[in-house]
């Protein structure tokens, strides 16, 4: 069975950092590429990041470019999201999510997610 | 980047009606389009990938149609649990984009 369980959320002062983690069991992580997703409170489902099997390709939208990173360690099946500079719009559960296959990037698994909330 | 307008933003519907919902994407995306549904509280499901792909395990009652830039998930014979807010995805090119979600409501 496909698990991801997020980890390493809570609250952070604006222009802080947080590091959230997700680990993944059940399947070859290495196979597969990874995201994360958010959604702010009440509000719809933002992209915030994938990256490739290997680590050697990762994505960002503007809204966190330079602020965000995204990697993972294969040999211990872990996802992790580096945010920096936290913004009040950042607040929002953050989920981790599978893609459907090797080649399908669609995110088909996702955690149950962990709540980042960014207030002095 | 692509943008994606979802509607309608909301929708009431009975048990056993037909539903639409449309997305339309601002360039061609490829049929590069899925779609979830959320229920509150929990994590989204996919139901349709590549457009018309019907995932495993999703009921026979959903499909995904379309081309190009316009899209549409279509919901037959509605059951209560469907009511839960649905959400398009373009990934054929980065940033990926969430339409703004639609929440179906049952009667």
């Known amino acids: 069975e496909v698990q991801l369980v997020e980890s390493g959320g809570g609250l952070v002062q604006p222009g802080r950092s947080l590091k959230l983690s997700c680990a993944a069991s059940?399947?070859?992580?290495?196979?597969?590429?990874m995201a994360w997703v958010r959604q702010a409170p009440k509000k719809g489902l933002e992209w915030v990041a994938t990256?490739?099997?290997?680590?050697?390709?990762?994505y960002y939208p503007d809204s966190v470019k330079g602020r965000f990173t995204i990697s993972r360690d294969n040999a211990k099946s872990s996802l992790y999201l580096q945010m920096n500079s936290l913004k009040s719009e950042d607040t929002a559960t953050y989920y981790c999510?599978?893609?459907?296959?090797?080649?399908?990037?669609?995110?088909?698994?996702w955690g149950q997610g962990v709540m980042v909330t960014v207030s002095s | 980047d692509i943008q994606m307008t979802q509607s309608p933003a909301s929708l009431s519907a009975s048990l056993g009606e037909t539903v639409s919902i449309e997305c339309l994407a601002s360039e061609d995306i490829y049929n590069n389009l899925a779609w979830y549904q959320q229920k509150p509280g929990k994590s989204p499901q996919l139901l349709i990938y590549?457009?018309?792909s019907l995932q495993d395990g999703v009921p026979s009652r959903f499909s995904g149609s379309g081309s190009g830039t316009q899209y549409s998930l279509k919901i037959n014979s509605l059951e209560s649990e469907d009511a839960a807010t649905y959400f398009c995805l373009q990934d054929s090119e980065y940033p990926n984009t969430f339409g703004a979600g639609t929440k179906l409501e049952l009667k």
């Open positions: 590549y457009a018309s």
């Open positions: 999510a599978r893609s459907w296959g090797r080649i399908i990037t669609t995110p088909l698994y």
């Open positions: 990256i490739s099997t290997s680590g050697s390709r990762t």
């Open positions: 059940g399947f070859t992580f290495s196979n597969y590429y």
